[in-house]
């Protein structure tokens, strides 16, 4: 080596040693060797500052003799020095070496000069096919990329992202036009260069305050994309783990999903990663995993869903992989991804009639035992949750067995909860309540009421959960069958009906339960079933017929029409909710007539406050013209408003209306029973009298004669009923505790 001014002899002991104070790399403390045969270097008297040298390097220059300076704080005037490719291949080299070892990471990182030498070296356009140069200097920053400490020095380098992304695409580029004139463009970085940018790419995209940066920049994510399409296997995996990386941070997914083709890309690697023969493998996971967690967010969710191939990609994973062995972590990434994506309300309906995709969500279950399982059986509860699934799920006819078998199976699994939940679904829908019940669905169900125990309040927080589901379903099959079988069912429900107002209250309240968390259950299925409860034999009244499920009913058709009523919630209700508050018109016409059986015959127990604004709400519902509220549920939102406005009329009226009756026997004719309709009640537990006479009894609409309209017919049926009888010796039964009071008949054998 030659120095650009006059040469020194050689440097002083006590000069070296200045130098390695200030030097950039830790030495050991052994004396400095002489520099290298024919190296010499200018110099003054006082000891030299590495940062005055200025060197220059021969053709034979070797990586130790570039390392002797190195070491000698001599970093800044070497590079400046290493003026052709050879001398830059050599630089790049030692530089590589140096970034190897993990006590000099961090030194070589923080070294500004350091890294802009090597930027400027992957960008160099070499006319050499074999210039190794990029090579080492993208090695050099992979390795650099170990190490977390050095990622603040890698991060803060600007263009330095951008400049890994275009070498993992095989850049830089250069354009040749060939003989026939047509122009080609060949990428100057080799393979190893390329899978090295993938790599560092990758490492940097482990920090958790980089990804939010990596993903800020367009080039990293459409390189990433690229090379998932058509890179070597290896290089595959460093880019989809890469991207599976960034798709941790939620703040990420606009720019992912923003990025042409990359969820395409994703899909791809799932499904050509993954062989019927050999399984699954790493990058399989990995592209899973990402659309897993893309697919979270509510609004990602139809995006994903409607992506070309992802689909398809996630079901062949499912198909190709078993339950058992090394794929089983892509099967359950591949299914959670499904059941995201099925929990988005927009993709409920089209999921389901997917082609062959409730095919493969059965074999699932059928097939494995895990977690997997679970999130296949989670999949057919989000279906049942979607109100246009429920009859077509029942109907398709190999779901329902499914469900009922998994729901029969011992111990307290979470796929056991999901498909008793599913259950409780499909029973909301009326058409299922004759499949549900010829399927053997009620048996497991009952099972588990039995398993909870007499006393919820004793249970724990799973058993409480999936018996709240169990009876919710009970509830919802025997509604409408008044057989000794479905009361008894009702029956054994009947400890959970406190856990079934509560769910209403809470769900309501905006807050979960013992065994649940608010949003598991909707609003529509609480409020469904009150109203089936409701809708049930007298002891389901009492049992609910009170002032806080007033309240809460009351508050669901108010949020619905009142003043244009309210915003929704997560769960439901609100302005849009036309189905909670119908459920809950229902509950409480069959309430309030339970508690008012003839208008003006008695009040209701909640004082006038609450009266008043039932009144308001029910008024407003009346008027009220949403598309899916029809007309039936006006009328009887009309028959629960003149029951409360009678029993207005009747707490006003004097006292002693049902004392005037004295008790004893009396001939009551079918055409006379309105002489006594003003005083007594329960007259729906008299045979013969039906819903439709006590529905005319407070029908203003009558006919020329005064009487109902409905009577002469009613009048002709239940006496008929009676063996053509028109005359009934009855007694009035008082019950000393409530003050209600019964026709009775003295002669039972007529019944």
């Not at 190794?132 to 603040?152: C, K, Q």
């Not at 993954?274 to 399989?284: I, K």
């Not at 919820?456 to 799973?462: C, F, H, L």
């Not at 002469?712 to 008929?720: F, Y």
Request: with cysteine; glycine share 8%; net charge negative.
């Amino acid at each position: 080596m030659s120095s650009n001014e006059s040469a020194a002899s050689s440097y002083s002991s006590e000069s070296m040693r200045m130098i390695y104070r200030n030097g950039a790399f830790d030495m050991s403390a052994d004396e400095p060797s002489s520099p290298p045969p024919a190296a010499t270097t200018a110099s003054s008297a006082a000891p030299p500052s590495p940062n005055s040298i200025m060197l220059s390097f021969g053709p034979n220059t070797t990586v130790s003799d570039l390392k002797y300076f190195a070491e000698r704080g001599c970093i800044v005037a070497l590079l400046q020095a290493l003026t052709t490719p050879r001398l830059v291949t050599l630089g790049t080299r030692m530089l590589a070496d140096y970034a190897k070892m993990s006590h000099r990471r961090v030194a070589v990182a923080s070294n500004r000069r350091i890294l802009e030498f090597v930027q400027r070296t992957m960008l160099q356009v070499s006319e050499h096919a074999d210039w190794l140069g990029r090579e080492y200097a993208v090695e050099t920053i992979r390795s650099l990329t170990a190490t977390e400490e050095s990622d603040r020095f890698l991060m803060g380098t600007y263009g330095l992202l951008t400049t890994l992304a275009l070498v993992a695409r095989g850049g830089p580029f250069v354009t040749h036009v060939q003989d026939n004139g047509v122009r080609c463009t060949v990428p100057l970085a080799s393979e190893k260069a390329r899978l090295h940018a993938c790599i560092a790419i990758m490492n940097l995209s482990c920090g958790k305050a980089n990804k939010i940066e990596i993903a800020k920049v367009p080039d990293v994510l459409e390189a990433m994309r690229d090379v998932m399409v058509n890179s070597t296997d290896e290089a595959r995996l460093k880019a989809t783990t890469c991207i599976k990386n960034l798709s941790n941070a939620d703040a990420n997914d606009s720019a992912l999903l923003g990025t042409p083709g990359l969820v395409e890309a994703l899909g791809h690697v799932a499904a050509a990663t993954c062989s019927p023969e050999n399984g699954a493998t790493p990058c399989t996971t990995n592209a899973c995993l990402a659309l897993m967690n893309l697919s979270i967010s509510k609004a990602n969710k139809h995006r994903v869903f409607r992506t070309p191939g992802v689909m398809d990609a996630l079901m062949n994973v499912l198909e190709r992989t078993t339950a058992q062995g090394s794929s089983t972590e892509a099967r359950i990434k591949a299914c959670s991804a499904l059941s995201n994506l099925a929990i988005g309300y927009d993709n409920k309906i089209p999921m389901f009639s997917y082609p062959c995709f409730v095919d493969a969500i059965l074999n699932v279950i059928q097939t494995d035992t895990g977690e997997a399982r679970t999130k296949a059986c989670s999949i057919l509860w989000s279906f049942a949750a979607e109100m246009k699934n429920q009859v077509p799920v029942v109907q398709r006819g190999d779901i329902l067995p499914v469900l009922v078998q998994v729901a029969e199976e011992d111990g307290t699994t979470e796929a056991r909860f999901k498909c008793v939940a599913a259950l409780t679904l499909l029973a909301e829908s009326l058409e299922n309540a004759i499949p549900l019940l010829e399927s053997g669905a009620l048996a497991p169900l009952m099972d588990i009421l039995h398993e909870a125990g007499p006393d919820p309040n004793t249970m724990e927080r799973a058993d409480c959960f999936v018996s709240l589901k169990a009876a919710m379903a009970v509830t919802f099959v025997c509604r409408y069958d008044e057989g000794d079988e479905c009361y008894d069912l009702l029956r054994k429900t009947e400890n959970v009906i406190p856990k079934i107002i509560s769910l209403l209250h809470n769900t309501l309240s905006g807050r979960g339960g013992n065994g649940y968390k608010y949003g598991v259950f909707t609003l529509r299925s609480s409020v469904g079933c009150i109203s089936a409860l409701a809708s049930g034999p007298d002891f389901m009244k009492e049992r609910i017929a009170t002032g806080p499920v007033y309240e809460s009913l009351l508050r669901v058709v108010t949020d619905f029409c009142v003043n244009g009523g309210t915003p929704g919630a997560i769960v439901g209700g609100g302005r849009d909710d036309a189905l909670s508050a119908t459920l809950a018109v229902r509950a409480l016409q069959s309430l309030t007539g339970h508690l008012i059986p003839i208008a003006g015959s008695s009040s209701l127990p909640f004082g006038q406050s609450m009266e008043d604004r039932l009144l308001t709400a029910l008024i407003s519902f009346e008027g009220c013209q949403h598309a899916e509220v029809k007309d039936c549920t006006r009328h009887l939102a009309t028959d629960a408003k003149i029951r409360i406005q009678g029993g207005r009329k009747a707490s006003m009226a004097p006292s002693g209306g049902c004392a005037s009756i004295r008790d004893g026997e009396v001939d009551v004719g079918l055409n006379d029973v309105t002489s006594i309709a003003s005083g007594c009640c329960g007259l729906e537990t008299l045979p013969g009298i039906g819903e439709d006479l006590l529905q005319a009894l407070t029908s203003p609409a009558r006919n020329e004669d005064g009487k109902p309209a409905i009577i002469a017919q009613a009048s002709k049926r239940d006496a008929k009923d009676l063996g053509g009888s028109k005359l009934v010796r009855t007694f009035l039964l008082a019950d000393s505790t409530t003050g209600r009071r019964f026709v009775v008949p003295t002669d039972l054998s007529l019944f």
